[in-house]
């Protein structure tokens, strides 16, 4: 695949808390390596999280963030994740509960998008520290284009409540 000015810059956050998270996060990685039209650029350090939302009986998430370019559309790039997800293990269960792995678009350059159930930015990306802090790892100067705020600085507007752990003993390859 040719990347030239037609390719998009596109954050994603991906995060596991079952099985082998770690591994289930390359499998990941790799899996949208090997998509045409899908360039893994940038990787964030994984993170340890607590789980979010209303279901906490569960073991802690392993989250990073990726850079990639991407030809695709929105609607065809959130059908490929949905696939990578299928193809790393995922099996849609209860909201908010553990998961072998999740991929969300983040930001799309700085483009607000609102089209048959995506949204972006991501509709919780300035309440979430998982994904803020690995976010501004690679990229602090991304600006949200729903706030006009860089993420360095909604990821210094969060409170303490937001546990995030960076683990330096892992990394992950294209």
């Known amino acids: 695949m040719r990347y030239d000015a037609l390719a998009s810059r596109v954050y994603l956050g991906l995060g596991s808390n079952l099985g082998h998270r770690e591994e ?3 499998n990941a990685i790799s899996t949208l390596s090997a998509i045409d039209g899908i360039r893994v650029k940038t990787i964030s350090s994984c993170y340890q999280t607590e789980p979010v939302g209303p279901v906490t009986n569960q073991d802690d998430f392993y989250n990073i963030v990726a ?3 991407t030809t695709a559309g929105p609607g065809e790039l959130l059908a490929l994740i949905d696939s990578t997800e299928r193809r790393v293990g995922r099996i849609r269960g209860e909201r908010w ?8 678009i983040l930001l799309w350059e700085d483009r607000v998008i609102d089209e048959d159930g995506l949204i972006v930015p991501h509709p919780e990306l300035t309440n979430r520290a998982f994904v803020l802090v690995p976010l501004t790892e690679i990229a602090p100067d991304a600006i949200d284009p729903a706030t006009r ?8 507007q969060l409170d303490d409540n937001h546990r995030v752990r960076r683990l330096d003993s892992m990394t992950f390859h294209t």
């Open 149 to 156: 705020k860089s993420v360095a600085e909604l990821a210094s």
């Open 97 to 104: 509960g553990p998961r072998v792995i999740d991929i969300d």
């Open 24 to 26: 289930n996060l390359q």
């Open 67 to 69: 850079e990639i370019e």
